[in-house]
């Protein structure tokens, strides 16, 4: 998408700019690189659109060298902007792809399921998708198939979201 047509603003972690969007998304779920394209960059295409904040948590500096102890100041630098985001956040959506348990996303989704701001969106061949499914069904969760065209819901969520917002006079 052009950059004139672009109304989302993209928050990549760890940075904190003064938030703009009418309506926020955290992407949360698997970071593993798969043969496809990647579900975060696909996904803000097709929202960019919209006047929403996008909190993506994926950063270019990343370091798998890094310890992944509370006392790396990079490592928890990145877990604490992304447990702030998706608080902050009105929308999470949790996307769960193939080829791993993903400890994560799974907790994650843990973390917004009662909150009623997840929206979870599941490959067919993910490891625990029947846990995921479980629990989307107990709580009343959107659950997609990341098979069919999943982008649409998303759509349709955000937009509901902007529609009660324009109502409000927000």
């Known amino acids: ?50 006047p929403i904040t996008i909190f993506n948590p994926l950063r270019p500096d990343w370091d798998s060298t890094w310890l992944e102890d509370v006392t790396f100041a990079p490592f928890r630098k990145q877990v604490e902007w992304e447990l702030d985001m998706q608080e902050q956040a009105d929308v999470v959506i949790v996307y769960f792809g193939p080829g791993t348990d993903a400890p994560i996303s799974l907790l994650e989704f843990g973390l917004c399921a009662r909150a009623r701001k997840a929206l979870v969106v599941c490959n067919g061949e993910y490891r625990r998708r029947g846990n995921v499914q479980i629990v989307c ?12 065209d999943w982008t649409a819901a998303v759509i349709r969520r955000v937009e509901g979201l902007l529609g009660q917002m324009a109502q409000s006079g927000y």
């Not at 003064?18 to 798969?34: D, E, H, N, P, Y």
């Open 137 to 148: 069904q107990r709580l009343a969760i959107e659950y997609l198939d990341a098979e069919d």
């Open 1 to 50: 998408m052009e950059d004139a047509q672009r109304q989302s603003q993209i928050v990549h972690a760890p940075s904190r700019p003064a938030i703009v969007g009418k309506v926020s998304i955290f992407l949360a779920g698997t970071t593993t690189k798969t043969s496809g394209s990647d579900w975060r960059e696909a996904l803000t295409e097709v929202l960019g659109h919209l």
